[in-house]
């Protein structure tokens, strides 16, 4: 990682280009940040520069012998301690170095803003179990401590969590973080501060990591998402985020499978209420079934949220709905044709529907009973809405 891919933190990185160019890096930091911050990305992207061969604007080059092999977390000098915890591949005494590969695939797949969760859900944990750094991990440091770099001016240990050192591996560790040996730097990730013990917190220098500011993580999302929203999203996405980039993207998922949803969702009606176009009526049908069972769920409930809010606006409960403008106004629109007559028919097959996708029910089976009931349930509505005239 270089400095340029960490999203704002500008004055971070100043702090830290200043110590090396003063020669006072410490050896041993604690990075403190919440998730989302980018706080183990810097740290990696400090290591990163501190052995760069052509440093240049206070960045590394990304291009030097050294810069390549830290871009795949490869280098021989760069080790990371982690939590881990038993899964399906390591069944018994779990550690660190066993799930190397697993850590440099999850780094990489997400451009060095990992998360617990993340990390867990990575791992196949399942359930609410977590990770703990163990005693195995704090002997592999003070091992690779004892032995020279091999190539490169620093030896650099990442922990990342070090809130999660259980006691034994934490006191194993104090000397080292005292007085690491020369040529060696040890760079603590942590997101809570009050949860490290004590003993570890006064061996080490702070680097406090602070949120991304409104600023930075909007032109982020431009600029790695160029064209994918209107400011308003923007905007909102930026208010969900609150500085947390892990976040900005979740939000930004569910913006797209929304808006995915809102547009089929509406073709699908419009078709189903006009089924003399044979055609688009089984090209869409085709096109529901074979989107993936997830999508489909997904997809049917944004529908009982549809007739959810079209009962509201029948209610004049306008007030209540939470949807944008575009939504809002469709919502409008569709509110006469889900009525008394067919409302509680729309809530029950669209319940069903998720209940036998969960059951893996063929999908195209599915759809197309699905479709021709909604077919008549618009019928249904339309007439009340005619005799109502
Ligand atoms: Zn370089």
Partial sequence: MQFKDIIGQQSVKNKLIKAFREKRVPHTQLFIGQEGSGTLALAVAYAQFLNCNHKQGGDSCGTCSSCIKYQKLAHPDLHFIFPTAKNEKIKKDPQANL?????QSYFLSVDGYVS???????????????????????NDIVKSLSFKPYE???????IYLAEKLNITAANKLLKSLEEPPENSLIFLVAEKYELILPTI???TQIVKVPLINSVDLKGALR?????NF???????????ANGNWNRALEALGSVEVREFNFLKFREWMRICYKPDDYLS???LIQELSRMGREKQKSFLNYGLYVVHNTLLINEKLDSKVVADKTEINYFKNFSPFINDVNRVKFYRILNESIYHLERNVNPTVLFTRLSFQIV????EGKTRLVSKK
Avoid: C, T
Wanted: charged share 25%; hydrophobic share 35%; net charge positive.
């Fill in 376 to 379: 008549n349930f618009l019928k």
């Fill in 223 to 227: 600029n790695k998402f160029p064209g």
């Fill in 230 to 240: 209107n400011e308003e999203n923007l905007d909102n996405i930026v208010n969900l």
């Fill in 201 to 203: 917190r006064s061996r």
């Fill in 152 to 158: 490169s001016d620093y030896k650099v240990i990442i």
């Fill in 99 to 103: 799930f190397m590969s697993d850590w």
């Fill in 116 to 138: 617990q969760s993340g990390w867990y859900q990575h791992l196949n944990l399942g359930g609410n179990k977590q990770g703990s750094i163990y005693i195995r991990d704090a």
């Fill in 281 to 283: 009526f089984s090209k």
